[in-house]
């Protein structure tokens, strides 16, 4: 059983276009994240939502909104994407927030031409 | 500003031995972590240091001190499946893991 799940894998469209990314856990955890990571590797925490609570809202756009319908479940969506957004994103979970040990999902990478 | 130091490469040998080290500016600090990610992969929680000294966990150990706020990594008995990317990564009160930038390993035969 996969412990964190992402839909899709890949994403490629077009600048201007509304894009989805999906995120499960089945840890039981209580905290779930999202996670960008540029062509450097380097990893930026975007959100983080605690039993569907928003506990962090780093500084990203405004077209990228979290939705956490339940604490197991944790999506991302894009609005009116941009060249800058292409990345991969990961979901992570925990057990409590800000916690030093997180459990990462395998990722979304997103490319926008 | 919080930040991590890291270097960005490093070359070894299979069975050689390796360190990585991080110093890190942080307020609010609790502890560091390292974690693995291999090329396409997620990454991977390795270790967890809060206090002063060294913690082994099998081929892998890490070590802080919170005096020169500095920690790193040592890996033994290097392998070619240890070929990754390893980030420090600093937890701190109240707000999210800030990652270092990452110290890509290769590892050859």
């Known amino acids: 059983d996969t412990a964190v799940s992402q839909t899709p894998k890949y994403l490629v469209t077009q600048m201007g276009n509304d894009k989805s990314i999906k995120c499960e856990q089945n840890l039981g955890h209580d905290t779930m994240y999202w996670y960008k990571q540029d062509s450097k590797k380097f990893l930026k925490i975007m959100f983080s939502?605690?039993?569907?609570?928003?506990?962090i809202n780093e500084t990203v756009p405004n077209r990228f909104s979290p939705k956490s319908p339940d604490k197991a479940h944790l999506n991302l969506h894009i609005n009116s994407l941009e060249l800058g957004d292409s990345a991969v994103y990961f979901c992570?979970?925990?057990?409590?927030?800000?916690?030093?040990?997180?459990?990462f999902g395998p990722g979304t990478r997103l490319t926008v031409t | 500003g919080q930040s991590l130091e890291q270097p960005s490469e490093v070359t070894a040998v299979e069975g050689a031995i390796v360190q990585i080290n991080c110093t890190y500016q942080t307020s609010g600090f609790y502890g560091l972590s390292w974690y693995q990610q291999h090329d396409g992969g997620a990454p991977t929680f390795l270790s967890y240091?809060?206090?002063?000294g060294l913690e082994e966990t099998g081929r892998f150990s890490s070590f802080l001190s919170r005096s020169d706020s500095y920690g790193y990594l040592l890996l033994q008995e290097l392998q070619m499946k240890d070929s990754a990317s390893y980030f420090c990564v600093s937890n701190q009160a109240g707000t999210a893991l800030i990652f270092g930038k990452g110290t890509t390993l290769s590892v050859s035969s």
């Open positions: 240091n809060a206090l002063d």
């Open positions: 939502y605690n039993n569907k609570e928003l506990i």
């Open positions: 992570a979970s925990s057990q409590g927030s800000y916690s030093y040990e997180q459990y």
